[in-house]
């Protein structure tokens, strides 16, 4: 399989998870699992597109001039957490939740806080937007 190809790949699936969420109804498992599935999506993809760039700053800083981006890496603040669990009514818990405090260290918050009080399945949409611009996939 080609890098294009494993990118559309990831972008299929980054795809199939925000539809679930939509489809599922709010704090239902299928929801929560939606929600760790496209966290998972979302960092692999990321994980692919950084590794384009010509070094792991220059990412940086194209993710950092860019709401989407910096959404990205709010959600990617996530990895290795169950996200589903910083979820009530469909948006992300508050950074000042004591439950996201106990669930991520000062570096995750501060990168938690871009996506904070937003609706879960618009920032999916958002991060999926930008990676999609960063791959040369958008409109594919």
Do not use: C
């Not at 950084?50 to 989407?68: R, V």
């Not at 950074?95 to 405090?101: C, F």
């Amino acid at each position: 399989m080609s890098d294009l190809e494993y990118l559309a790949t990831l972008l299929a699936a980054l795809d199939g998870e925000i539809a679930r969420i939509s489809a599922a109804e709010s704090g239902s498992d299928e929801q929560t699992s939606a929600i760790d599935d496209a966290a998972d999506a979302t960092f692999r993809l990321r994980e692919k597109v950084k590794a384009g760039y010509p070094g792991k700053k220059a990412y940086y800083i194209a993710a950092s001039t860019d709401p989407n981006g910096i959404r990205v890496e709010g959600i990617s603040a996530l990895h290795g957490k169950h996200a589903h669990e910083l979820v009530r009514d469909g948006g992300w818990m508050h950074a000042d939740s004591s439950t996201v405090l106990e669930a991520l260290d000062d570096d995750r918050i501060s990168r938690y806080q871009a996506i904070a009080g937003r609706g879960v399945a618009q920032t999916f949409r958002d991060s999926r937007e930008y990676l999609a611009a960063a791959t040369g996939l958008a409109d594919k």
